[in-house]
């Protein structure tokens, strides 16, 4: 069943597509509506909860199954350009949506992502390594990929993954075979366990002509599969390094023919060397410091691409960190729910608080996140330092050079 929330058609701007359509409704789709109104934009949120992150503050909504043609026309009746603010939307519903509007990221690039095995071929076709890994699909796949000196490893489901979901990690051909039949035999990669240093990423945006701008690579640090911190600042990835991820996500985006904001993730290990983990086709929890440390967010350079507008370099004025908010951080030390105390946090200098408007608090849910910034590397981690304490969450400081 599909209904729509309208809105009063917004002011044309002369030139311009006036009205972003945004596949998805949760809090990445929330800021790229955010950066579209404060582009002067109307937005139009496709989701099947009505009262989601982005719907509570979309000027429009269709509230549809994902996978319902009839909410496909009824967004696409609405609005001039479609994006998507996650990667398990169906790719057909975006090569149907691009035979009446711009669409961007580009239906195939998404259906690559969505399938490890054909993002790994992807990532090898580039010149960008890998970890050693193998396809599983059959009993006999199994076999050969336990005699592959690929263990111990990581099982992962080659479809449907994101935040640690969909993963075992096995040491033994035993717990391999258990781990698959756990994940209902369904299509699976393995991939060999390596010995990481860091965990870094980088986030382009590519035009429909070709132009592409890229953030400065930011340093990731993840708890339980979850994405906890990210250090954005000069010395947070040493530069040599930070010249060979911008390089190797350049050749991805360009081998995609994309269009769109792109992150791809990488690790680095502790011989030097680095492998590429996998790329989400749109902004990037890892990305979200932009919003307040760079002139143009990862958000406004997606709006950007999918309305038709030039891409600017992104300057980015102001070391950051970003500390993720999820629903445990809603736990007091007595192990009961409360809401941390707001005021006393944004009391601090340099914090900048996003809360995404869920109407429930769950474990593990993310739930906002803070941005702390300042003049220098150590000032914003002393910052941050300050702020995870008081909220009770994970924050190590990196050794950084002498501002």
């Not at 090898?124 to 263990?151: F, K, N, S």
């Not at 035993?174 to 390596?194: D, H, I, K, P, S």
């Not at 991805?252 to 904001?261: P, S």
């Not at 143009?296 to 600017?312: A, E, N, W, Y």
Request: net charge negative; aromatic share 6%.
């Amino acid at each position: 069943m599909t209904t729509e929330r309208t809105a009063d058609a917004g002011a044309t701007v002369t030139g311009v597509r006036a009205t972003l359509g945004v596949l998805g409704g949760g809090q990445l789709g929330r800021m790229l509506v955010h950066a579209a109104q404060s582009m002067g934009f109307s937005t139009v949120v496709l989701d099947p909860a009505a009262d989601g992150p982005a719907g509570q503050v979309s000027q429009a909504q269709v509230v549809s199954a994902y996978d319902d043609p009839a909410g496909w026309d009824a967004l696409a009746a609405q609005c001039d350009g479609i994006t998507t603010e996650f990667e398990n939307v169906p790719a057909a519903a975006l090569a149907y949506l691009a035979q009446r509007r711009p669409v961007s990221p580009p239906a195939e690039a998404v259906a690559i992502a969505q399938d490890r095995s054909r993002e790994k071929a992807h990532f090898t076709h580039c010149g960008v390594p890998c970890a050693p890994y193998r396809t599983i699909t059959t009993p006999a796949d199994l076999e050969r990929a336990a005699a592959a000196d690929l263990l111990p490893g990581i099982l992962k489901t080659a479809r449907m993954g994101y935040d640690g979901k969909g993963q075992a990690v096995v040491s033994t051909p035993a717990e391999l075979q258990a781990a698959w039949q756990a994940m209902g035999q369904v299509e699976c990669v393995l991939e060999r366990r390596l010995a990481l240093a860091l965990e870094c990423s980088v986030v382009v945006a590519r035009g429909a002509d070709g132009a592409m701008v890229h953030f400065a690579p930011q340093r990731n640090a993840h708890r339980n599969g979850i994405l906890a911190t990210t250090y954005a600042f000069r010395g947070a990835v040493p530069a040599h390094l930070a010249d060979e991820l911008v390089q190797a996500t350049r050749r991805i985006a360009e081998g995609l023919h994309y269009v769109g904001v792109l992150c791809v993730e990488y690790f680095v290990l502790e011989d030097g060397s680095w492998v590429v983990n996998e790329m989400a086709p749109r902004p990037h929890n890892s990305g979200h410091y932009t919003i307040d440390a760079c002139e143009h967010s990862q958000f406004d350079l997606q709006v950007r691409t999918t309305m038709g507008l030039p891409l600017v370099a992104p300057r980015h004025h102001s070391p950051a960190i970003m500390l993720n908010l999820l629903g445990d951080a809603w736990i007091g030390t007595d192990g009961q729910w409360r809401t941390p105390d707001w005021a006393r946090i944004q009391a601090l200098p340099g914090v900048h608080l996003h809360l995404y408007g869920k109407r429930t608090v769950k474990r593990g849910r993310k739930m906002g996140h803070i941005t702390l910034t300042a003049a220098t590397p150590h000032e914003v981690q002393r910052q941050a330092a300050q702020v995870a304490e008081m909220l009770g969450l994970p924050f190590l400081p990196l050794p950084v050079a002498e501002d």
